[in-house]
């Protein structure tokens, strides 16, 4: 579970002088940890901060507990001095919540009050917005980096704010304990799918694990009829196997898929990016002509798998999965400029959870541009709203690239690939032109749903820009 950390602040001159209002306050922020809770995380509360020495003593808390994130609620207006020791002591990324009690105050209610104290007093329960330049200031003089959340309890816009955070710390959690397997070689001369490892562990955290076809290749030989016999069953549920699928094609995927899902486990990898090519009619030949229904059943079941060796749409895929939102190997296929867009796919791997109905599993006489031939997905990507993501290396720097749009009805290309048509707001020539122009590579991740918000805070918290095309 994502372990988020939660303190108040408050000043503590105002509790003898104001009878109630920091049990009042207190209340308020425990309604908040309770709503983080309910959105799957473990909320480390330490209460309310009054003062510059309680400060320290929380913070000490907050450290131990290496929480995954910080959110700092503003509860009334409090010293800068009671703030800065926390961050700077627990340094993980910070988020302030300025958030009131209620989206006005009720004047007609407090002016009719009558004690000035009383209304004091009130007023401050209310005073969440006093504080904000003042912390702000502070962190940029520290050189602390920070965002905000601002609105009221009960206001939704706050918390899918909220929530989107805590996903987005969740992810990051995911891709720092990722294990990445890499098969095989990089398809040669396509430049844009050249990686750097280094900096992908850099930006990411992950953990690069260099796996061989040979230990492929044991683990396939050593399959055994029984379980031959289970995987055949689990393609039969998972996919729609059409009738033009030749039993020696399903028996001969079936034990790669095997062989995979072995190599996966040994190594412990929550993804895979593979290619291969080598003599013709070899042994790693067989392997990888027959592994798109394996990779497609991992892909499925959170262990993203690309194709081509593309590291980095492996990493992209991995952030779709780990939002929960699918994220399906894809290319740009053609565009059609009556009906204003673009369609992508690719032969495989998919992610078989976000189809639009069945997901067919067919023959391919020829894997184009490949070698061989064997058994391919032929998928649509659900319709409805649909975000792509790539892992972008620039000359620079590794940066995420996004945009949003819409799986839509209309014809595909019968041709034993995943492909879809998708649409966006800004028509597809621009969308072909801005997306291409930030250099990413042929490759991109599809998942479903607007998770670009979601994007947006991941990029954040890992130091990583963000490009938004739509």
């Known amino acids: 579970m994502t372990k988020i950390g939660l303190f108040g602040v408050g000043l503590d001159t105002y509790w003898p002088q104001f009878e109630g209002l920091l049990e009042r306050l207190e209340g308020y922020q425990q309604q908040i940890a309770d709503k983080m809770k309910g959105f799957g995380a473990e909320v480390v509360n330490v209460g309310l901060v009054d003062s510059p020495i309680d400060a320290r003593e929380k913070a000490e808390v907050l450290k131990a507990e290496d929480v995954d994130i910080l959110f700092l609620y503003i509860s009334t207006y409090a010293l800068s001095s009671t703030v800065l020791p926390v961050v700077q002591k627990v340094k993980c990324p ?15 209610r407090f002016n009719a009050l009558g ?52 996903d987005a710390a969740k992810v990051v959690s995911i891709m720092q304990n990722n294990r990445l397997g890499v098969l095989g070689h990089y398809y040669a001369g396509m430049l844009d799918v050249y990686s750097d490892l280094t ?24 399959v ?66 027959s592994v798109i229904a394996g990779n497609t059943l991992l892909t499925g079941k959170n262990v993203p798998v690309a194709g081509e060796y593309e590291v980095k749409n ?45 997901v067919k599993l067919v023959p391919l006489p020829v894997y184009h541009g490949k070698p061989g031939k064997g058994l391919s997905i032929q998928m649509t990507v659900q ?3 649909v975000t792509l993501l790539s892992v972008v290396e ?57 998770i670009a918000n979601k994007v947006q805070k991941l990029g954040n918290l890992l130091n990583l820009r963000v490009v938004r095309i739509c």
């Open 383 to 385: 319709h409805g709203p």
């Open 394 to 450: 620039g000359k620079d720097d590794v940066f995420l690239l996004v945009a949003e749009g819409e799986s839509v009805d209309g014809p595909i290309l019968q041709i034993g690939n995943t492909n879809s048509r998708y649409r966006f707001s800004i028509g597809v020539r621009a969308f072909m032109n801005e997306w291409s122009k930030q250099g990413p590579s042929h490759h991109c991740a599809i998942g479903v749903g607007h």
């Open 314 to 358: 492996a990493q992209a895929m991995k952030i779709m999965d780990a939002f929960g939102v699918g994220g399906s190997f894809s290319e740009f296929y053609a565009m059609d400029f009556n009906d204003d867009i673009v369609m992508l796919g690719h032969d495989g791997p998919a992610h078989f959870a976000i189809a639009e109905g069945n």
């Open 94 to 108: 910070v988020v302030i919540l300025n958030i009131q009690p209620v989206a006005a105050i009720d004047y007609e």
């Open 224 to 289: 055994t009829q029984a379980e031959v016999d289970e995987k055949l069953k689990e393609f039969n549920t998972t996919f729609e196997v059409t009738h033009a699928c030749e039993n020696e094609e399903l028996v001969r995927a079936a034990k790669t898929s095997i062989a995979l899902d072995k190599l996966v486990l040994n190594h412990d990898l929550g993804s895979l990016a593979y290619y291969y090519e080598g003599e013709t009619a070899n042994e790693y030949e067989n392997i990888v002509t």
């Open 199 to 222: 900096k992908q562990s850099s930006a990411f955290g992950t953990h690069i694990e260099i796996v061989e076809m040979c230990e492929v290749k044991k683990y396939r030989d050593a």
């Open 115 to 166: 004690d000035r104290g009383k209304m004091t007093g009130e007023w401050l329960a209310h005073c969440q917005a006093c504080s904000v330049p003042e912390f702000a200031n502070v962190f940029n003089r520290a050189g602390i980096d920070y965002e905000f959340v601002t609105g009221y309890l009960d206001e939704p816009e706050v918390w899918a704010e909220i929530q989107d955070w805590i």
